[in-house]
């Protein structure tokens, strides 16, 4: 006899925990051998055009713990606002990249080329930005973000035009600490929580 479908219910979700890791960066979680280079270790290779850069931060909790164990995405466009794949763009940038924080300092570090602004269909730009994922231990499912930096126009993005909290876009602005280095830090809950989209 089949089973009626409308008793089953839902598995409850889980954290990503420590498995993340082990599923997406193994060289990370101790597990070498796997892959003759960790995949997904930067965005561009060797000869890519446009300004080479580095971006650190942290993913801290609501208490302000440092998240030891965050494991972000990245996708970006390359130097000209051009995403893999499309017509002209760099050969070189991928564009996608896979960063761990550092188990100790939990301090990550991102070296990529800095995106060029984005070409909407129907005409407009958007801002040069960088997309991210982000996801650790206690956290259910993936959170989606954005990086902009502060020495760019920013003020005629449509995404950030849609943040009502004017204060919070500050959250997205990745600051300027030397030539070609930024910080941005990720706040997951609490005084400066950083926009996280429902996307």
Partial sequence: ???????????????????????????????????????????YQDGAEGEVIEITGTVTDGTGWVLRDAVIEVW???????????????????????????????EWRLGTIKPGPVPMRGGGWQAPHIVLWIVARGINTGLQSRIYFEDEANGDDPVLARIEQRPRVDTLIAKKTGDGRYRFDIRLQGAGETVFFDM
């Fill in 1 to 43: 006899m089949v089973q009626k479908l409308d008793t089953l219910t839902e598995t409850p979700s889980q954290t990503a925990g420590p498995y993340v890791h082990i599923g997406t960066a193994p060289t990370y979680a101790g597990l070498g051998g796997i892959y003759e280079h960790e995949i997904g270790q930067t965005t």
């Fill in 76 to 106: 970006q466009a390359d130097a000209s606002g051009r995403f893999a794949g499309q017509e002209g763009a760099d050969p070189k940038v991928t564009g996608w990249a896979r960063v761990c924080a550092d188990p100790e300092s939990g």
